[in-house]
């Protein structure tokens, strides 16, 4: 915008780019209207619309009470807590949008639009995370190179650091107008954006691999949950997962274009149209896969049953071998390696001293079951 300004009677100004307005609006944008202020002093050069603001307002908020309610219901606490916050901060943002449609130059209705929808798919994305992990179990530990928490800690970390990185980044642009300082909020939001598409990058190929490892071992699947991953309505929330992946990928690569060029990009104060499809409906998309698709129906109330702990190297092996109850009766003692297995029916006997027979075979397998050759991280 140029800096060349022309008073009129009335203290009025205008500037070479068109703007026009009353110099004591101008000091204070808040006081505008687009009666009184021209949109060149707006946070956008157009007016959010009314009708599609509210509708995707009304399906977020209808997403968060669901999630809220299924939650609830099937004790997905970890998952509801995620949706939660991520649905919420969609829902708050869209009503930003809303309230600048009628006050197009709020500039606190904009830092609430701002931040709640840059930051409310990180959330999403965790939520995403912490399915995984139990996904993980259901086929078997051993066809994954890590262990179910590393999926989570990794991932939820690195969903951690985008978060603040994005809540940094506009907590200084909301607190400025200095175009330097706006520029460095602008770039640390960026920043936590591109890494969160790294991330999901990354989470994206860890989940490709186990689903590769899933694909060729089908004989060696989790007998416990055998049933589960038959049905469809399990099938069903894997696919859903992949189209919520893939559609929060597409969104936040959209976000980083857009904030690329600053806060007054073209992407950004002008093609509202673009910003409706690529962030509003990929997130529709996203929350309905998580929503209609939620892991406490998708699991068919085995959610708890496939928890893992933060607390002890090696899963529970009564709770992730599953099948006959000689299986079940093998306890860890101590480091995982083969000599420090344990059965409770008889005294505890090293692989070594075990030459042959179909017993030995039966606890080998099922060592390898839970930790894998060669163990895993």
Not at 66 to 71: A, K
Not at 131 to 137: E, K, Q, T
Not at 201 to 219: D, E, H
Not at 348 to 377: D, F, L, T
Request: proline fraction near 3%; hydrophobic fraction near 45%.
């Amino acid at each position: 915008m140029s800096s060349i300004w022309h008073t009129q009677p009335g203290l009025t100004f205008t500037n070479t780019t068109g703007g026009y307005g009353n110099l004591t609006l101008y000091n204070n944008t808040n006081l505008c209207t687009v009666q009184t202020c021209s949109m060149q002093f707006a946070q956008f050069r157009y007016i959010p619309t009314l009708g599609g603001n509210t509708v995707y307002a009304v399906i977020f908020a209808i997403f968060f009470f669901s999630q809220i309610g299924l939650g609830l219901v099937h004790r997905t606490w970890g998952y509801m807590a995620a949706t939660f916050f991520g649905l919420l901060l969609e829902t708050i943002g869209y009503v930003a949008r809303i309230r600048m449609h009628f006050s197009p130059f709020n500039h606190d209705d904009f830092l609430m639009y701002l931040v709640a929808l840059t930051i409310a798919p990180a959330f999403l994305s965790a939520a995403i995370y912490l399915c995984l992990s139990r996904i993980v179990i259901v086929y078997g530990t051993h066809l994954s190179r890590f262990r179910p928490r590393t999926y989570t800690i990794v991932f939820c970390s690195c969903d951690f650091i985008s978060l603040l990185l994005q809540a940094v980044g506009g907590g200084i642009a909301a607190s400025t107008n200095q175009k330097a300082l706006l520029n460095t909020g602008k770039n640390i939001m960026l920043a936590g954006l591109a890494f969160q598409v790294f991330s999901t990058i990354l989470f994206a190929i860890a989940a490709g691999w186990f689903a590769k490892n899933v694909w060729s071992s089908k004989g060696s699947w989790n007998t416990r949950y055998s049933d589960l991953i038959h049905s469809r309505l399990f099938k069903a929330f894997l696919i859903g997962l992949v189209v919520a992946t893939f559609t929060i990928f597409i969104r936040s690569v959209y976000r980083c274009v857009e904030l690329s060029g600053g806060f007054g990009g073209h992407l950004f104060v002008s093609d509202e149209a673009l910003f409706m499809v690529l962030e509003g409906v990929m997130l529709v998309f996203a929350g309905t896969c998580l929503t209609v698709l939620h892991p406490g129906i998708a699991f068919q109330g085995q959610w708890r049953d496939v928890n893992y702990s933060f607390h002890h190297k090696g899963e529970n092996l009564e709770k992730n071998i599953g099948g006959s109850s000689s299986e079940a009766s093998i306890v860890e003692q101590g480091p995982a390696r083969p000599g420090r297995v344990q059965y409770h029916s008889q005294p505890s006997r090293p692989y070594s001293n075990q030459p042959s027979g179909p017993y030995v075979a039966q606890s080998n397998a099922s060592y390898v079951s839970q930790y894998g050759p060669g163990g895993r991280i």
